[in-house]
């Protein structure tokens, strides 16, 4: 009944427990429900307590195992084009509010020229007429 999602090697394996095993050796709280008898048998071996924990996959332990360097740095280039790429789009964002000042500004000066030429059909019927 192993949770192991992972496959350990050796040496992972036997860092995990002996972690384990000091922390259990120091007072820290058994993971599994073990009876008396069971912890009898074993004879309260932190060792063993640990191995067991371990293979019912009940750790809270994780291998942080480093990537190559090669990936490591593509990553990293990955990451730092993404960011620019989301600057850029921040930047434009920013220059949409002062497109649309020059867009409404521009707007503005075309409602008072047409203003201006009703005003100016306005006069120039009333001149008719007078």
């Not at 384990?20 to 008396?36: D, E, G, M, T, V």
């Not at 990293?76 to 920013?94: M, R």
Request: aromatic letters at 4%.
């Amino acid at each position: 009944m192993a949770k192991e999602k992972e496959t350990y090697t050796k040496y992972e394996k036997a860092r995990i427990i002996g972690a384990r095993a000091l922390q259990i050796s120091a007072n820290a709280p058994i993971l599994l429900k073990l009876s008396k008898e069971e912890l009898e048998k074993i004879g309260y071996d932190p060792i063993k307590i640990a191995e067991l924990e371990f293979k019912e996959g009940v750790l809270p332990i994780t291998v942080k195992r480093p990537m190559p360097k090669k990936i490591e740095q593509a990553l990293i280039q990955e990451e730092v084009e993404i960011v620019k790429e989301e600057e850029e789009a921040t930047e434009s964002e920013e220059a949409l509010p002062e497109e649309k000042e020059k867009v409404e500004e521009a707007e503005e000066i075309e409602q008072a020229a047409e203003e201006a030429e009703e005003t100016e059909e306005v006069e120039e019927s009333e001149e008719i007429e007078e």
